[in-house]
């Protein structure tokens, strides 16, 4: 497969890295070379069998806009942008595009989500209360992260709750840590994912473009990763 890359920072580096081992061809734009999506011409981006998307919440809409457009297939890790889903959604639809988007790549915390909602059904009626806390490091220009918010909508759901604390966090270089903690009368339970490494990241999201790169339509990477 070709792949290309938008963005250079942390995680769009290891992605290129990760794609690379898995034998693919690699391609990496920085926002120097795409400003205000210039970059994404019809010719460029249909060279492509995939393109993945680690840029800023403030790119990554014009980045969608230009590659759906010219119907890419696109795995977003950008988080931030949420309120334009449904506009993208659309614009892939009419396109005959493929779109793949998710708060968190990482197969670990796909996991822990699911944990979290069996976890929150079976305490809801035990007086339980539920909160969250995430942990990050001080760049990251999100807040709550991406994965907290996908957090509180599972426990939400889960407990038919109106609402779920959320606590953010920014310290030095953390990757990222996520708790949901139960607090009842007697006990308190912790349901903890803490990242060493962005490379999970960059794995799941490799793995979504080769999953994504035969398919069309958008999808939410929360329920296809046991397909990957």
């Known amino acids: 497969m070709r792949i290309l890359v938008l963005g250079h920072g942390k995680t769009g580096k290891l992605v ?7 034998g693919h061809s690699v391609h990496v734009l920085d926002a120097k070379e795409n400003k205000d999506a210039a970059g994404l011409t019809a010719p460029f981006v249909t060279s492509f069998d995939a393109v993945i998307d680690f840029t800023t919440p403030e790119a990554v809409i014009q980045n969608m806009r230009a590659c759906l457009a010219n119907g ?3 795995v977003i890790g950008t988080t931030g942008w949420y309120d334009k889903l449904a506009d993208m959604r659309s614009l892939c639809e009419r396109k ?10 990482s197969i670990g915390v796909q996991l822990m989500l699911q944990l ?22 001080l760049t990251k220009l999100d807040a709550p992260s991406g994965t907290a918010l996908t ?10 709750l ?6 953010s966090i920014r310290s030095g270089e953390a990757v990222g840590l996520h708790v ?11 349901l903890t994912h803490e990242s060493h490494s962005r490379r ?20 939410d990477f929360q329920e296809v990763f046991p397909e990957l």
């Open 16 to 22: 290129a890295e990760v794609a690379a081992e898995r």
């Open 72 to 74: 890419a297939k696109m």
């Open 96 to 105: 005959d595009a493929a779109l793949l988007y998710g708060t968190n790549y």
């Open 116 to 137: 979290a909602a069996t976890m929150t059904k079976e305490l809801r009626h035990a007086g339980y209360k539920f909160s969250i806390s995430e942990t990050h490091h």
């Open 151 to 160: 957090l509180r909508d599972v426990v939400s759901k889960a407990a038919d």
């Open 162 to 167: 109106d609402e779920v604390e959320i606590a």
């Open 180 to 190: 949901l903690e139960a607090a009842g009368n007697g006990d308190k339970i912790l």
């Open 200 to 219: 999970p990241f960059a794995e799941g999201a490799v793995r979504a473009a080769e999953w994504l790169s035969t398919r069309t339509g958008c999808y």
